[in-house]
């Protein structure tokens, strides 16, 4: 009679792209679903053994009796990441923070580092893998970020990772990149599945035992995901995305996952010549400021996270030579402006089928929220009747392929915003105000037809 305890060898599979395991191969992989990544990677034992009580390394608590003053978040100076990350860094928590190449990750957590290490307390260690130790050297001396308490290193290799660790003893780590880090025991290659799963999992364990916050910086496709195996943002405690067009010095974080504070939060930060700065009021940066009136142009408010932002929205219409009229957009969903374009000349009787159409955001701005419909659709007809809208006068609402205007969220929020900024007219959704902020004339509006009326009543025949 055999063993409960025997093994049996039975051959397993593997997806190359997201490391998930199959017991059988298939053509495509049901986790990531990717065509033809299932790999064979050799007989793996399946243990029988059953497994029985053993030691504890505390015993249960009542969570009442949880002490929670260790998991008190710590700032990091830098304002609005903390605001990003509900308050600081935690100790013991483990970071991934993912954006594309050049867009500022190593000069933000450089910043990051720097002022942790001159608020006192543990030492700052930041390991990189991808630059030599004297390239960083020169970034800080650029950005003047120096301090005795900032440690750094350049190693590819996980074990002298854990050994600048242990003799640091850093209250703070930064890996610029997991990618770029491997591990001795595994052959394969640094940046695959099995090596990031394996790092990650070894630099977890560190910064859990140690109570040492830790953060990694993480590679993204060209699809915008992060590189690796999706396992990697189950692991981590944080997942941060850092977004930004290079043309531009706006920078966005973005929490994706967050288990100490809230996911839906963003920081604006702005770069220049001597690193990055955040800003706490990014407002500016999107809109144009013009000595007169111009047609085509219509400012909306966004909402990133809890925090309102005006956005400009500009439009230019002109007659096509083309049996297909152009449609081209920037920093706006291409689809949702197909839609606005179509009920525009449908519902608001603004004629669009022979013409060119050119929509756009101000300031490297990516704007998808339907908030920001009517807003589109006014920039649109101001530029197909070339009548300008008031200066002064801000659209909230999403548009119904009736031509209903829809309510939205905040709008008492967004208001207040762009009456702090000095607008003075504004239309918006009925019935989704109840209390009008002071210094700002809100006109409730049906449908798209009235709000054309109410912007620019004089025009509305040449529209028609």
């Known amino acids: 009679m055999p063993s409960r305890t025997a093994a049996r060898e039975r051959p397993a599979y593997r997806c190359s792209e997201c490391g998930n395991t199959v ?67 935690v100790p013991g928590a483990v970071l991934l923070l993912a954006g594309e190449p050049g867009v500022g990750k190593s000069t933000l957590l450089l910043e990051v580092a720097h002022r942790y290490a001159a608020a006192g307390g543990p030492p700052a260690l930041v390991v990189t893998g991808e630059e030599s130790a004297a390239q960083v050297r020169l970034r800080a001396d650029r950005t003047d970020r120096l301090h005795d308490a900032l440690y750094l290193a350049a190693e590819t290799d996980l074990s002298a990772v854990l050994g600048h660790v242990e003799a640091v003893s850093p209250g703070l780590l930064v890996v610029d990149s997991v990618q770029t880090i491997s591990s001795p025991a595994l052959d394969s290659a640094p940046g695959s599945v099995t090596q990031v799963r394996a790092v990650t999992a070894a630099l977890i364990a560190s910064a859990k035992a140690r109570n040492m916050a830790t953060i990694l910086v993480g590679h993204v496709t060209k699809d915008g995901n992060v590189a690796g195996p999706r396992v990697l943002e189950h692991l981590v405690d944080v997942v941060l995305h850092f977004e930004g067009e290079r043309h531009s010095t706006l920078r966005l974080v973005r929490a994706v996952k967050n288990r100490y504070g809230p996911s839906d939060e963003v920081g604006c930060f702005e770069m220049h010549d001597r690193g990055i700065r955040g800003l706490a009021d990014p407002s500016g940066l999107f809109l144009t400021r013009h000595s007169e009136a111009v047609p085509g142009t219509c400012v909306s408010v966004l909402v990133e996270g809890v925090r309102p932002m005006l956005a400009e929205v500009q439009a230019l219409v002109a007659p096509s030579p083309l049996p297909t009229p152009r449609r081209a957009v920037s920093g706006l969903d291409s689809a949702r402006v197909a839609m606005i374009l179509a009920v525009t000349d449908r519902r608001g009787r603004v004629r669009l089928a022979e013409k060119d159409v050119y929509t756009a955001t101000v300031g490297g701005a990516k704007v998808t929220e339907p908030a920001c419909d009517l807003a589109i659709a006014l920039a649109v007809a101001s530029a197909a009747s070339d009548q300008a809208l008031p200066p002064d006068l801000v659209a909230i609402g999403e548009l119904g392929l009736s031509g209903d205007v829809r309510r939205v969220g905040g709008v008492e929020r967004r208001l207040a915003e762009a009456a702090r900024l000095g607008f003075k007219q504004a239309l918006v959704p009925s019935g989704s105000v109840e209390r009008k902020p002071a210094g700002i004339r809100v006109t409730e509006v049906d449908d798209i037809r009235a709000a054309l009326g109410h912007a620019f009543s004089a025009t509305m025949r040449s529209l028609s």
Do not use: F, H, M
């Open 23 to 89: 017991p059988k191969w298939v053509g495509r992989c049901p986790e990531c679903q990717a065509w033809g990544t299932i790999d064979e990677v050799g007989a793996g034992p399946v243990a029988l053994k059953q497994v029985g009580p053993g030691p504890v390394t505390s015993p249960a608590r009542p969570i009442g009796e949880v002490d929670v003053r260790a998991a008190k978040a710590r700032p990091t100076g830098v304002e609005e990441l903390d605001r990003v990350l509900g308050g600081g860094l």
